[in-house]
């Protein structure tokens, strides 16, 4: 069976190709490690404690799955297999290797703000993967409108519109930023 992931994320891949077995093409492949890399990354920056760390968890991770290339029709969902690939390696470090401290530089080897770059701009992507009107309660949000009275002014809904849209848009928000379900709102910004 071929995951639905494969085909949406191979938009010029037809669906009967897909069929056909052609995934261990390294075509195929290469846009099916290119489709997953963001999502492995956000899980790889909540397990690990740098961002290098974090990166080569992620790139270990499509490493195997490349090795693994002409096994991956049989998977029926590749996100979750290749999530589970990337924890089962992240367990493994752990296990191998004691946490050793490293001796402390005089300065960050990276700027700090790199990191809250690269968490704003996956929740901005985030954020336009939102349907159009909860998309646009959240730029509005972003820019500092808070109030659903003002908002329902502004975009013309009725103010409890607003308020299950801004709910919905959250809750999605949560989810494609690995967020727990009830993690506080300002989490996300």
């Known amino acids: ?22 995934l261990a093409s ?23 404690d740098s961002e290098s760390e974090a990166q080569d968890l992620a790139q270990e991770t499509l490493l195997k799955l490349w090795r693994r290339r002409h096994d991956l029709s049989r998977v029926d969902d590749l996100r979750a297999y290749a999530r589970a690939a990337l924890r ?10 004691p946490h050793l401290p490293l001796e402390e530089e005089d300065g960050p080897s990276a700027d700090p703000e790199v990191f809250a770059s690269l968490a704003l701009s996956d929740l901005q ?11 646009a309660l959240m730029a509005l949000v972003m820019a500092g409108e808070t109030s659903p009275a003002a908002l329902a002014g502004q975009t013309g809904c009725a103010k409890n519109t607003v308020m299950s849209r801004l709910a919905r848009a959250r809750a999605q928000l ?11 709102v300002a989490s996300l910004f």
């Open 1 to 22: 069976m071929i995951p639905s992931m494969i085909t949406s994320a191979i938009p010029s891949l037809p669906a009967s190709r897909a069929s056909a077995g052609l």
């Open 26 to 48: 390294p075509h195929c492949t290469t846009h099916l490690m290119v489709a997953l890399h963001p999502d492995l990354m956000r899980l790889a920056r909540r397990l690990a």
């Open 88 to 97: 089962n390696l992240y367990r493994q470090g752990l296990r191998r290797a």
């Open 125 to 135: 992507d985030a954020i336009a993967r939102l349907p159009r009107e909860q998309a």
């Open 174 to 184: 949560r989810r494609e930023m690995d967020l727990a379900p009830g993690a506080p």
